[in-house]
Every structure is written in C-alpha cells, then in structure tokens.
C-alpha cells in the first residue's frame, strides 16, 4: 500500500494522526476509520474503505495492496 505525501487528513482524524495511522500500518482493528484511496477501477475516482476491511483476505494479497494508492484519512461519520 502506497500513502500519499501530503495525505488528507479529516477534522477527527487529525487530532489524533499519529495513532490511527500507526493502527492502520500495525493491521489492527480500528473503530470509525475510514481510508480514502485512488480507485483501482478506471471507471471511479476513488474508492473509500473501512480501515477494517484491510483485513479482508483480498486486501492481503500482495499483488492488490500493492496498487491501493492511499490519499485520505477519515474518522467518524461526520
């Protein structure tokens, strides 16, 4: 997975940057976090996932993580 430079960053995720970006590298289970990534599909703009859907055994596949090209952090439903 490749993380953009100057990743956006959602007004929650903010506050706490450095523990959900180490949550989501470290692969374990956060709670109302949402990544925003370039889509993979040529048809969409971009794809927005669960941080807990990394876990999902199509994420694992190192073939297709490699070309989740990650651009935005999110917490919370607003």
């Known amino acids: 997975m ?3 430079r100057y990743l956006y ?3 929650n995720a ?3 940057k450095y523990k ?3 949550l989501i590298r470290k692969n ?3 709670i109302d976090t949402y990544i925003v990534a370039i889509s993979v599909n040529p048809d969409n703009i971009l794809d927005v996932y ?3 859907m990394l876990k999902q055994p199509h994420f694992k596949n190192k073939s297709y993580r490699d070309k989740v090209y ?3 952090l999110a917490e ?3």
């Open 50 to 52: 669960s941080a807990n």
């Open 2 to 4: 490749k993380w953009y």
């Open 9 to 11: 960053l959602g007004d």
């Open 20 to 22: 959900t970006f180490g």
């Open 28 to 30: 374990r289970f956060t």
């Open 70 to 72: 990650v651009v935005g």
């Open 14 to 16: 903010r506050k706490a």
């Open 76 to 78: 919370g439903q607003g």
